[in-house]
């Protein structure tokens, strides 16, 4: 079965810093792209950021490039957000989402996580 499970959301003043993990299990990681996908309040989803198979070839979105960085360890199958100089419009929850492909390939989710909220406000 394959499981995504994020971790690390949480509150944080605008211009702080937050790392999201994503634990991955029932699958081999090392194999698919991965990516990062937000859902604000009240809007559709935005796809964030992806990182390839191999970790080798990142992708970001224009709103977010610059202040995050995604990275994926395939020894402990987990891909990791770090995002630096948040901003309130940051505020959402976050998704960690498989590819069926070893590069990012839009729309190409077979699955995602649950999500972690991440808040960003003084």
């Known amino acids: 079965e394959v499981q995504l499970r994020e971790s690390g959301g949480g509150l944080v003043q605008p211009g702080g810093s937050l790392r999201l993990s994503c634990a991955a299990s029932g699958f081999t990681f090392s194999f698919y792209a991965m990516s990062w996908v937000r859902q604000a309040p009240g809007k559709g989803r935005e796809w964030v950021s992806g990182i390839s198979s191999g970790g080798y070839s990142t992708r970001y979105a224009d709103s977010v490039k610059g202040r995050f960085t995604i990275s994926k360890d395939n020894a402990k199958n987990t891909l990791y957000l770090q995002m630096n100089s948040l901003k309130p419009e940051d505020t959402a929850i976050y998704y960690c989402?498989?590819?069926?492909?070893?590069?990012?390939?839009?729309?190409?989710?077979?699955?995602w996580g649950q999500g972690t909220q991440v808040t960003v406000s003084s």
């Open positions: 989402a498989k590819h069926d492909t070893p590069n990012v390939t839009p729309g190409r989710y077979d699955y």
